[in-house]
């Protein structure tokens, strides 16, 4: 890969981390955006999509509202993309979606660390802003904001150079990663299915998504 791809994608991933919670929040932190945009971005959409589809089974259960905690996926999913453009989608998407959950929960451990400096400055400037003394808000702000670039550009660096490391390796014999895949992939159905059931609420919710769910696999099963 050329220096300019690299940096492109780079920028990428640092804007799909910032969209999360900071600014924007245009859905581009979505896996399957983010990987669309980076499978483009490469000159292979299908990896993008596919690995993107597998990434936001797991992340449809995140909800980045109030102090929850929840993985970042957009960076992750960018070095997942990235880790299995040009490779056999049915030997590459169980590593990719692999690596994309360690990468999307270290994210996740980064917010935390993130709103732990954040309060650490606001309480810095509370007698300030008790006094409403002009442009103390501001600063705060902008710095909660530059935090999160960092942030987001020090987790977009790592998973490329993961992904890059790992796409020197020794690749996956046919068994393996036809197997690591099926494992992947089921593991997210099963988070999707965990999810849904815990929104679900009344019966009546469940009994809904039970019919959508047979109906779902019905429609695959005719294929």
């Not at 859905?27 to 936001?56: H, I, K, Q, S």
């Amino acid at each position: 890969m050329t220096p300019l791809p690299v940096l492109a994608l780079l920028s990428w991933a640092t804007i799909t981390g910032l969209d999360l919670a900071s600014v924007l929040q245009g859905l581009f932190n979505r896996p399957l955006l983010a990987g669309g945009v980076t499978g483009v971005m490469l000159g292979d959409p299908e990896t993008g999509l596919r690995v993107g589809a597998a990434l936001e089974l797991f992340a449809l259960d995140v909800l980045p509202i109030g102090a929850s905690r929840y993985g970042d996926y957009g960076a992750a999913t960018v070095a997942a993309v990235v880790l299995g453009a040009g490779q056999w989608w049915q030997i590459a998407l169980g590593e990719c979606v692999l690596l994309g959950l360690l990468l999307a929960y270290g994210g996740g451990w980064s917010m935390v660390l993130l709103r732990r400096l954040t309060m650490q400055v606001v309480r810095r400037a509370a007698p300030a802003l008790d006094r409403g003394e002009p442009g103390v808000a501001v600063r705060v702000h902008l710095f909660g904001l530059a935090a999160d670039v960092v942030r987001s550009g020090i987790l977009a660096g790592v998973g490329l150079a993961a992904a890059l490391a790992l796409r020197s390796a020794p690749p996956l014999d046919l068994g393996t990663g036809r197997a690591l895949a099926l494992v992947t992939v089921a593991g997210g159905f099963l988070a999707l299915i965990g999810g849904a059931l815990r929104r679900a609420g009344s019966l009546r919710r469940m009994a809904w998504l039970a019919a959508g769910v047979g109906l779902g696999a019905l429609g695959l099963a005719l294929r």
